[in-house]
Nanobody
């Protein structure tokens, strides 16, 4: 399974961005997906995850109500819609996948990783 993240950029506080992660390789529909982020000098942080069916989602408290994770199995792509962005959301965002039916917040549980995409929130 290969993952390709895109959609990052520079946005003002209060703005919005949508990240995409295109998945290729083996069956996408059986893979649970997650988004993680890492700011300079900080450890990798869980952001959101979605089950293979899309029926289960989980979010970090810091993004709950502002970020929405979704997936389109027909397009082998999953997304992270981010609204009301704050400077503290600035980080490199990476997508990840794991062959499991349940979501996980732990990066060690993910087997497949895409390259990161930079999100910068600044005025």
């Amino acid at each position: 399974v290969q993952l390709q993240a895109s959609g990052g950029g520079l946005v003002q506080p209060g703005g919005s961005l949508r990240l995409s992660c295109a998945v290729s390789g083996r069956t996408f529909s059986s893979v649970t997906m997650g988004w993680f982020r890492q700011a300079p000098g900080k450890e990798r942080e869980f952001v959101a995850a979605i089950s293979w069916s899309g029926g289960s989602t989980v979010y970090a408290d810091s993004v709950k109500g502002r970020f929405t994770i979704s997936r389109d199995n027909a397009k082998n792509t999953f997304y992270l819609q981010m609204i009301n962005l704050k400077p503290e959301d600035t980080a490199v965002y990476s997508c990840a996948g794991r062959r499991a039916t349940v979501v996980s917040r732990s990066p060690s549980q993910y087997t497949y990783w895409g390259q990161g995409t930079q999100v910068t929130v600044s005025s």
